[in-house]
């Protein structure tokens, strides 16, 4: 299972369209009701672990108008379908350069001394496996109750399932589920947007949530979530309908001319 290096988590950024070639993570950001990023939203809808795929579907309705005396039908382009967006992601903050919840706690030293003095004898002898939670369940207080909770995904999930609800206000429909930006990179397009503004305009790719399923495949003692694979479905939300021109088609590099190997 994929976790990310410590040695490279300076170098992480945003999946703006702009990072200077250095590692980005995925961003599922909320657009507010005044047509801006919502940038409470930028931390929390970021991902650890980028996707390994992604599905990008769009349809395109041709007409097939049959004429008489024609061996084949002439076809007529009516209209677009949508763009449908989807991946799989997982979701968890056990990284390989989780420093933990705890620091300098008394009991860690004790509970090591104590299994390497006692483990292989009640290991061989009494059949009892000993781990550090041995002893620091045995020794924890009401301040370390909260030991592991750093590793809760739960409000992470909890912002993925809000995305399909909407607001009430007073007993009354006060806003529609969120539309949202996606930051990823070139991945889906040139995006024009960019975490590092509040901005969009109607070249900045918008998408609403039309699927989610989350299938929790870790959890903590306590029965909160520590990793899950979220699968996520977006259609795309336009303003105004995008051109072709919408898409840079450049290569942002010389193509090597290999007409003599």
Do not use: C
């Amino acid at each position: 299972m994929a976790r990310r290096p410590s040695q490279i988590s300076d170098k992480l950024t945003n999946a703006g369209s702009d990072n200077d070639g250095r590692l980005a993570r995925v961003i599922i950001a909320k657009v507010n009701s005044k047509g801006k990023i919502d940038r409470s939203t930028l931390s929390t809808g970021e991902l650890l672990l980028n996707p390994e795929s992604v599905d990008d579907e769009k349809t395109s309705n041709w007409v097939a108008n049959q004429i008489p005396g024609q061996s084949d039908p002439v076809y007529q382009w009516v209209s677009g379908g949508p763009r449908v967006v989807s991946f799989d992601a997982l979701v968890t903050r056990d990284t390989s350069d989780f420093l933990g919840p705890v620091k300098n706690n008394p009991f860690d030293k004790l509970a090591d001394k104590a299994i390497n003095a006692i483990g292989a004898i009640a290991s061989n002898f009494l059949g009892v496996t000993v781990t550090a939670s041995t002893f620091t369940d045995s020794f924890s207080g009401p301040d370390t109750s909260q030991v592991g909770l750093d590793l809760s995904i739960a409000y992470k999930l909890n912002y993925f399932r809000s995305l399909q609800y909407p607001k009430y206000e007073a007993g009354r429909l006060a806003t529609s589920p969120p539309i949202i930006a996606l930051y990823f990179g070139s991945t889906l397009s040139s995006l024009r947007g960019d975490p590092g503004s509040d901005d969009i305009d109607e070249n900045t790719d918008l998408w609403v949530l039309l699927d989610l399923k989350i299938k929790i495949t870790k959890q903590l003692p306590n029965l909160a979530p520590m990793e899950a694979t979220v699968s996520f479905r977006f259609n795309q939300y336009t303003v105004k309908s995008f051109a072709s021109d919408h898409f840079v088609t450049d290569t942002p590099y010389s193509v090597p001319d290999l007409s003599s190997f």
